[in-house]
T-cell receptor, first 115, second 114 residues
Framework: DTEVTQTPKHLVMGMTNKKSLKCEQH?????MYWYKQKAKKPPELMFV???????INESVPSRFSPECPNSSLLNLHLHALQPEDSALYLC??????????????FGQGTRLTVV | AQTVTQSQPEMSVQEAETVTLSCTYD???????LFWYKQPPSRQMILVIR??????QNATENRFSVNFQKAAKSFSLKISDSQLGDAAMYFC???????????FGSGTQLTVLP
């Protein structure tokens, strides 16, 4: 199984809503990532988890709250988002941090629209 | 600074022809990897090919090959016998920092013409 599964695939939410994005992998990977991607732009790193601990937060606003309940799951909790937060949110995983040859496996993303 | 530059926002190629996508990067490291990822309309980023910096031999994966010029910090992707399914956004990527998180170039949108 070389899949990273993200749910939901599409999400429309109001600015006062609270929602969560979910990501799951069963490859035994110990590093997991959230990226944000705007249309026709490259992905931008948001968070990195290593062994279920937050390793990197790229100065992301607090209305985005990541959580890694176990080694297979990664969540992104959303609250009080702005329309400019509308984007494709990609989850990725890799075997471990620190190895230069580490391939990242990506999910299909959640297309988020904030209205 | 560790940056990745793709200077071709869009490219097109005739089916069965060959196309080369360009990428340059900047790093102070001597041993590193470089990657090309493909993102089709399905949105999933898929690894196409990887190159290890201290290997002089250019990487090849079926119809995909790279031209790696370490001194020039150039890492281009050649797609031979282009197929309609190759149409996608292609990103050059460099794993940087302590977490080896990927730094992507701006991408090249490849269109394959029938």
């Amino acid at each position: 199984d070389t899949e990273v599964t993200q749910t939901p695939k599409h999400l429309v939410m109001g600015m006062t809503n609270k929602k969560s994005l979910k990501c799951e992998q069963h490859m035994g990977h110990r590093a997991m990532y959230w990226y944000k991607q705007k249309a026709k732009k490259p992905p931008e790193l948001m968070f990195v988890y290593s062994y279920e601990k937050l390793s990197i937060n790229e100065s992301v606003p607090s209305r985005f709250s990541p959580e890694c309940p176990n080694s297979s799951l990664l969540n992104l909790h959303l609250h009080a988002l702005q329309p400019e937060d509308s984007a494709l949110y990609l989850c990725a995983s890799s075997q471990a941090l620190g190895r230069p040859n580490t391939e990242a496996f990506f999910g299909q993303g959640t297309r988020l629209t904030v209205v | 600074a560790q940056t990745v530059t793709q200077s071709q926002p869009e490219m097109s190629v005739q089916e069965a022809e060959t196309v080369t996508l360009s990428c340059t990067y900047d790093t102070s490291e001597s041993d590193y990897y470089l990657f090309w990822y493909k993102q089709p309309p399905s949105r999933q980023m898929i690894l196409v090919i990887r190159q290890e910096a201290y290997k002089q031999q250019n990487a090849t994966e079926n119809r995909f090959s790279v031209n790696f010029q370490k001194a020039a910090k150039s890492f281009s992707l050649k797609i031979s016998d282009s197929q309609l399914g190759d149409a996608a956004m292609y990103f050059c990527a460099y794993p940087r920092g302590s977490a080896r998180q990927l730094t992507f170039g701006s991408g090249t949108q490849l269109t394959v013409l029938p």
